[in-house]
């Protein structure tokens, strides 16, 4: 693809999140992270030519090797995966605009400590385990609003600006659809909250009626 086809190609991904945050709400604007663990930094860097500027990765060490090569281009990064304690100070050096990823409350509580040491405040959104899978990482739904409050009590340089979550990992939709309104749910009962992260590739228009506000894709963005 060049860069002409590689546009008119994102226009397509970009209209189909506007007719789906339209069936929401004229007023529900959504926010596309465009996902580029898989992709290259010269990949990133033909997507922010045609106009993107949020960018996700899930390893620190890739977020960190990607920021350095990019540093001449206005990006935001976000940190989206899952953040192991002894790679937090790292994660703070190269301070993201927003850390999807805190997921219990120990996470928090170390993460607060490096903060105050750093004399540094980061945003994050609580990770929901919406759909209670084994094989993800998150809060369990039942205690995501008391854990969501003990943070924002405990850890005043964290600033907690939402929720995230990933689907059911289904095909059955209806049981993805359940998994979005759960997290959905408990955004909307959360003090101050405003970033619902919700949406990948697959999902993504079905999350944006659910209530998301941000979407991470990935492939779908680098056409994969
Ligand atoms: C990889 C990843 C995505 C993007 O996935 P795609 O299916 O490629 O869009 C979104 N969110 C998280 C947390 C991821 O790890």
């Excluded at 926010?31 to 580029?36: G, P």
């Excluded at 960018?55 to 953040?83: M, Y």
């Excluded at 997921?103 to 405040?121: C, G, I, N, P, Y």
Aim: overall charge negative; some cysteine.
């Amino acid at each position: 693809m060049n860069e002409i086809e590689y546009k008119l190609y994102i226009d397509d991904v970009i209209r189909r999140v506007e007719s789906a945050r339209l069936r929401v709400s004229d007023h529900h604007i959504v926010k596309i992270v465009a996902v580029s663990k898989y992709s290259t930094s010269n990949e990133i860097k033909k997507l922010y030519n045609i106009g993107q500027r949020a960018f996700g990765e899930n390893k620190v060490q890739d977020l960190e090797k990607k920021a350095q090569e990019l540093e001449d281009l206005p990006l935001e990064w976000h940190f989206i995966g899952n953040l192991q304690k002894n790679k937090i100070n790292k994660l703070l050096e190269i301070n993201p605009a927003l850390f999807q990823g805190l997921d219990s409350l120990e996470l928090a509580h170390e993460l607060q400590k490096r903060l105050v040491v750093k004399d540094m405040t980061l945003d994050c959104l609580l990770q929901i385990n919406s759909a209670k899978e084994e094989s993800k990482h998150g809060i369990l739904p039942e205690d995501a609003i008391t854990t969501y409050q003990t943070i924002q009590k405990e850890c005043p340089n964290i600033n907690l600006k939402g929720v995230m979550s990933i689907g059911a990992h289904s095909d059955d939709k209806e049981l993805v659809k359940q998994s979005f309104l759960t997290t959905h749910a408990i955004f909307n009962k959360l003090e101050g909250a405003t970033i619902c992260s919700m949406g990948m590739s697959g999902d993504f228009e079905l999350a944006i009626e659910c209530g998301s506000n941000m979407v991470r894709l990935g492939s779908i963005m680098f056409n994969r």
